[in-house]
Nanobody, 120 residues
Framework: QVQLVESGGGLVEPGGSLRLACAAS????????MDWFRQAPGKQREFVAS???????NTADSVKGRFFISKAKTNNTMYLQMNSLKPEDTAIYYC??????????????WGQGVQVTVSS
């Protein structure tokens, strides 16, 4: 059973920083592309950042220069470093990954989401 688990969310003041983590676990053969999405109250889920198997990254314009995506070299964990946070960054943050499991079955997985609240 493959699963993604996010961690690191919470309440932070405007201008502050948080680091989210997304750990993939289970019977994994290989984790390919991984992404962060977010969904604010009353809004559609939107793309935040992505990282490929080879480490190439892409970041939404709304967070470029403030959010940085990375992944660990030794385990299936992805990170989102969020700096200079603004109230409009308040949302539930979800990680997503394309994973080939140990049976070589390829599927998309989503985490359960983690709340990030930016408020004074």
């Amino acid at each position: 059973q493959v699963q993604l688990v996010e961690s690191g969310g919470g309440l932070v003041e405007p201008g502050g920083s948080l680091r989210l983590a997304c750990a993939a676990s289970g019977s994994i053969f290989r984790v390919n592309g991984m992404d962060w999405f977010r969904q604010a109250p009353g809004k559609q889920r939107e793309f935040v950042a992505s990282i490929t198997l080879g480490g190439r990254t892409n970041t939404a314009d709304s967070v470029k220069g403030r959010f940085f995506i990375s992944k660990a070299k030794t385990n299936n964990t992805m990170y989102l470093q969020m700096n200079s946070l603004k109230p409009e960054d308040t949302a539930i943050y979800y990680c997503r990954a394309d994973i080939r499991d140990s049976s070589r079955h390829y599927a998309e997985y989503w985490g359960q989401g983690v709340q990030v609240t930016v408020s004074s």
